[in-house]
């Protein structure tokens, strides 16, 4: 083989290789229908997969991929999102992205990538949000490394070996929704690097070590974002009683709308420098969360200034006290309290809020204290006289009240009060009797455990949630209720129209539905949506033209929601997509087609036996039939009978005077057997004629018109033909009486048309000469073992 082959054929063997390869990696990926989104992610994969030229989204993320080549994204001409984040990326070619004009989302976070390129953002025109947290690049480049990403809306950067931030690094992007900047570590910060933005919505850092140990670029990074971010998020710090605490630089007028302190340790001296510093700034919103207060409380040194007291949302969300039980009263902070409009205090375990601080709250429309240990007993010292006279809204979400007729009368006083959120609390008594304000009129009972309503709701209100509850009946009258949500309930049936005269909204999905009728919706004058899903409905016919057909109410869920429960038949079926059969939705029509069709078929099937002798046919197969279940009989010399004589009873006469007379009188005498003398009484007539012809060595058939008339002379004839062929026994003997045309013989004596046409027949002759050769010959025809059948 010459060298140019072998290289032919290796390459050839390499490029199959790579496309199988691909293939098979292609093959373990999940491709939508439409092969625009390809999910990659956690396989194990160390290089890029080949997918289909036409993905939009290519999640790659939670694999083992290590370097990014050049040629790795060059079919996707379309992309818009890439999911690179958590494998182990070290390097990315310059030009691998050259191609992918259309990106608008990228994750790199968490890799292992030490340098930035801006060749790698070059082409991304159209790029909203990038990713770069948790990576090893201790700068951001060279410089300019964003200047071609001017549509960009997110950006996540930094991780801890981020050292230094320099003037040009965020030159290109003019505005950003948000920015999240992570280097506990950043060690330099050059003057002016945030100053290319124009605006930043919201900026959170976390800058532990720049905060803590060089304040003074810590401050100059607050007064270059100063003039353009609205939002200031500072995550992540640990202050010490010992450190210098003073987060705002001094005599800096900062234009931060509003600060959220998110993971911090905070402690006395913390607090106490941080509300002096607070008047340096026009902040409106004050947000503190998933923080831990070492310190007991010891404020006192607080010199609350008027531009403290301009604050107007305060949120303190899950502040863990370390030092709860030493901890002192809060009247040190009530100044800062006295002009909010919102104030939110969730999961602090606040078993009680002192009067006092209710009295300063003497602004606030808006007071959320939900996830809190708050309780009926309390409530006096909480809801004091002058308390919360503003309040509007007020969130009592999931504390551990027990009794709506003890927190009401407290919360009655709320002369402002309209919205009330009681949410997830245990309102476990069956009958109460409660007092509200006349103003409330939103009420959220939901989760609540609730079993039945009485007289405990406000009879002005407007909006009622009573939804995950156990209410099976709501008889309530509420004339002014407008919205009324029981979803998730034990509901059979829709609740009264006359108690709910105004309804317009209600959701009743996810109970013990089983219908919806017309009379129920129209009985809500005033009813324009409902929504009833997740019900167990009897799919009748009156119940699914109503929902297909009725334009009376908006139904606000999915058609899919709606499911057939029964019959079995249509058992998960959506409604829209069920049907019924003409007969089922029809059923007196059904019966009565039913009843007619059973009735014309009776009756052909009678006509036809009649005319056809059905029932005899069904006699003679069951009477065989038994006949061949017996076991063979073995011909033996006890035999009772020299014949079995069969005949119509019309022609007994010519039987008993004269065949019987001369057959018995002979010497020796021939036994006959008659049904008339030797049957058995109380015997079933054809077990009488099966048994006496199998006791018979001859069967004698007396013929005559009256014969072929005779259904038992029939059976016996039957009977006779079945030994004759299934015991291979010649048996049968046949007199005439009289001439019997053959088509005269009715059908059912198919086998008499047979014998007559098969075997020879005495014939009983009128001369008496010629009638003592008939006895001859039918004596000897009795008394030969040979097969003598006729004469």
């Known amino acids: 083989m010459s060298s140019q082959s072998l290289c032919f054929l290796l390459a050839y063997m390499f490029v199959c290789?790579?496309?199988?390869?691909?293939?098979?990696?292609?093959?373990?990926?999940?491709?939508?229908?439409?092969?625009?989104?390809?999910?990659?992610?956690?396989?194990?994969?160390?290089?890029?997969?080949?997918?289909?030229?036409?993905?939009?989204?290519?999640?790659?993320?939670?694999?083992?991929?290590?370097?990014?080549?050049?040629?790795?994204?060059?079919?996707?001409?379309?992309?818009?999102?890439?999911?690179?984040?958590?494998?182990?990326?070290?390097?990315?070619?310059?030009?691998?992205?050259q191609l992918n004009t259309e990106m608008e989302y990228l994750d790199l976070s968490e890799n292992l990538l030490t340098?930035?390129?801006?060749?790698?953002?070059?082409h991304f025109s159209k790029l909203h949000y990038l990713n770069l947290l948790g990576n090893r690049y201790t700068t951001l480049g060279s410089?300019?490394?964003?200047?071609?990403?001017?549509?960009?809306?997110?950006?996540?950067?930094?991780?801890?070996?981020?050292?230094?931030?320099?003037?040009?690094?965020?030159?290109?992007?003019?505005?950003?929704?948000?920015?999240?900047?992570?280097?506990?570590?950043?060690?330099?910060?050059?003057?002016?690097?945030?100053s290319s933005f124009k605006s930043i919505g919201h900026i959170a850092l976390s800058l532990q070590n720049m905060f803590l140990n060089k304040t003074d670029q810590a401050h100059q990074i607050l007064i270059d974002l100063s003039g353009f971010t609205t939002h200031l998020e500072i995550r992540d710090l640990t202050f010490s009683d010992k450190g210098n605490n003073q987060i705002f630089p001094v005599a800096r007028n900062l234009s931060f709308v509003k600060l959220t302190i998110t993971n911090?340790?905070?402690?006395?001296?913390?607090?106490?420098?941080?509300?002096?510093?607070?008047?340096?700034?026009?902040?409106?919103?004050?947000?503190?969360?998933?923080?831990?207060?070492?310190?007991?409380?010891?404020?006192?040194?607080?010199?609350?200034?008027?531009?403290?007291?301009?604050?107007?949302?305060?949120?303190?969300?899950?502040?863990s006290i370390k030092n709860f039980y030493q901890f002192y009263e809060l009247s040190p902070i009530g100044p800062l309290l006295e002009n909010l409009t919102t104030a939110i205090m969730t999961r602090l375990n606040m078993v009680m809020m002192p009067c006092n601080i209710s009295r300063q709250l003497k602004c606030v429309k808006h007071l959320d204290l939900s996830h809190n240990l708050l309780s009926d007993g309390i409530m006096s010292e909480t809801v004091c006289s002058d308390a919360w006279p503003s309040v509007r809204y007020l969130s009592l979400r999931n504390n551990i009240f027990k009794s709506l007729s003890r927190i009401s009368p407290k919360l009655s006083t709320l002369s402002t009060l309209t919205h009330l959120d009681l949410?997830?609390?245990?309102?476990?008594?069956?009958?109460?009797?409660?007092?509200?304000?006349?103003?409330?009129?939103?009420?959220?009972?939901?989760?609540?455990?609730?079993?039945?309503?009485?007289?405990?709701?406000?009879?002005?209100?407007?909006?009622?949630?009573?939804?995950?509850?156990?209410?099976?009946?709501?008889?309530?009258?509420?004339?002014?209720?407008?919205?009324?949500?029981?979803?998730?309930?034990?509901?059979?049936?829709?609740?009264?129209?006359?108690?709910?005269?105004?309804?317009?909204?209600?959701?009743?999905?996810?109970?013990?539905?089983?219908?919806?009728?017309?009379?129920?919706?129209?009985?809500?004058?005033?009813?324009?949506?409902?929504?009833?899903?997740?019900?167990?409905?009897?799919?009748?016919?009156?119940?699914?033209?109503?929902?297909?057909?009725?334009?009376?109410?908006?139904?606000?869920e999915q058609p899919g929601n709606y499911i057939c429960d029964s019959p079995l038949t249509h058992r998960g079926q959506v409604v829209q997509n069920a049907k019924r059969s003409f007969f089922d939705c029809n059923m007196i029509l059904s019966v009565v087609l039913l009843c007619a069709s059973v009735s014309l078929a009776t009756v052909i099937t009678v006509f036809t036996c009649y005319k056809y002798h059905g029932i005899w046919y069904l006699q003679m197969t069951w009477a065989w039939l038994q006949a061949k279940r017996k076991p063979k009989k073995v011909r033996t010399n006890d035999t009772c009978y020299d014949a079995f004589v069969s005949y119509s009873q019309m022609d007994s006469d010519w039987v008993e005077t004269l065949l019987v007379r001369e057959l018995e009188s002979v010497q020796p005498p021939l036994a006959l057997c008659l049904h008339k003398r030797d049957f058995i009484p109380g015997k079933w007539i054809i077990d009488n004629i099966i048994e006496s012809i199998e006791k018979s060595r001859k069967t004698l058939f007396v013929l005559s018109q009256h014969f072929v008339q005779s259904e038992w002379c029939k059976y016996e004839l039957d009977y006779t033909h079945f030994r004759l062929f299934d015991e291979n026994n010649d048996a049968a003997i046949l007199v005439l009486l009289e001439t019997i045309p053959k088509e005269t013989i009715p059908r059912r004596f198919c086998k008499l048309r047979k014998l007559m046409n098969t075997k020879t027949y005495l014939e009983w002759p009128q001369d008496e000469e010629e009638q003592q050769m008939f006895w001859f010959n039918l004596k000897v025809a009795l008394k030969g073992d040979v097969n003598i059948t006729v004469l």
């Open 115 to 122: 340098k930035l390129t801006a060749n790698w953002f070059k």
């Open 423 to 556: 949410s997830q609390n245990s309102f476990t008594e069956k009958s109460a009797t409660c007092k509200w304000s006349e103003n409330l009129q939103f009420l959220n009972l939901s989760g609540c455990k609730i079993q039945s309503i009485s007289q405990c709701l406000p009879p002005n209100v407007e909006v009622l949630d009573l939804s995950n509850n156990v209410l099976s009946s709501f008889d309530v009258s509420l004339p002014s209720l407008k919205i009324l949500d029981v979803s998730n309930n034990k509901f059979k049936m829709l609740p009264t129209d006359s108690s709910l005269p105004k309804m317009g909204i209600l959701n009743i999905s996810n109970n013990a539905l089983i219908s919806l009728t017309e009379e129920e919706i129209k009985s809500f004058k005033n009813l324009e949506s409902l929504q009833a899903g997740k019900n167990n409905y009897i799919c009748s016919c009156k119940f699914l033209l109503y929902m297909k057909q009725s334009k009376m109410v908006q139904l606000l």
């Open 264 to 319: 911090c340790s905070i402690t006395d001296h913390t607090v106490i420098a941080f509300v002096k510093s607070l008047t340096y700034t026009k902040l409106s919103e004050l947000v503190v969360k998933d923080c831990v207060l070492s310190g007991t409380g010891y404020w006192y040194q607080l010199n609350i200034s008027v531009q403290n007291r301009q604050r107007q949302s305060l949120t303190l969300d899950n502040i």
């Open 143 to 194: 410089g300019r490394l964003f200047s071609n990403l001017s549509q960009l809306r997110w950006l996540k950067f930094g991780n801890p070996f981020l050292s230094r931030l320099q003037k040009d690094d965020f030159v290109g992007i003019p505005h950003l929704d948000e920015c999240i900047l992570t280097a506990t570590n950043l060690d330099s910060y050059q003057r002016g690097a945030f």
């Open 17 to 97: 290789a790579i496309f199988f390869e691909d293939d098979g990696l292609y093959n373990t990926c999940q491709i939508s229908d439409s092969e625009s989104n390809s999910n990659c992610s956690s396989m194990k994969l160390a290089n890029v997969p080949r997918v289909s030229a036409k993905t939009l989204i290519f999640d790659l993320s939670y694999n083992s991929i290590s370097q990014i080549m050049e040629t790795d994204f060059i079919i996707y001409r379309e992309l818009r999102s890439l999911f690179l984040q958590s494998n182990q990326i070290q390097s990315i070619a310059d030009q691998a992205f």
